[in-house]
């Protein structure tokens, strides 16, 4: 995954719901340029507003190990 890849995903569902940026943005609580930045796969979009733009969207963000060999450390 790359923000680029992010991006595209965030613009393709937005489009998918017939929203605008304006209209995104502030559902999402952001401003229209952060959503402009986040859609353009700006490395630096602040991650929390990042993630709660797909939510808003209705996208549900999963994160896997890539091999089934890594396992979380032990406490």
């Known amino acids: 995954m790359t923000t ?4 595209d995903i ?3 569902r937005r489009k ?3 929203m605008t940026q304006a209209e995104l ?3 999402s609580g952001t401003g229209m340029r952060f959503i402009s930045d986040l859609e353009n ?3 630096t979009c602040e991650l929390g507003k990042a993630l709660s733009v797909p939510a808003n969207l ?3 963000l999963t994160f896997v ?6 396992r979380w450390p032990e406490r």
Do not use: I, M
Request: charge should be positive; include cysteine; charged fraction near 30%.
């Open 4 to 7: 680029q890849v992010f991006g």
């Open 16 to 18: 998918e719901l017939c």
């Open 10 to 12: 965030v613009k393709k």
């Open 41 to 43: 796969g700006k490395e």
């Open 58 to 60: 209705g996208v549900e």
């Open 65 to 70: 190990p890539r091999t089934a060999r890594w």
């Open 25 to 27: 943005a502030l559902v």
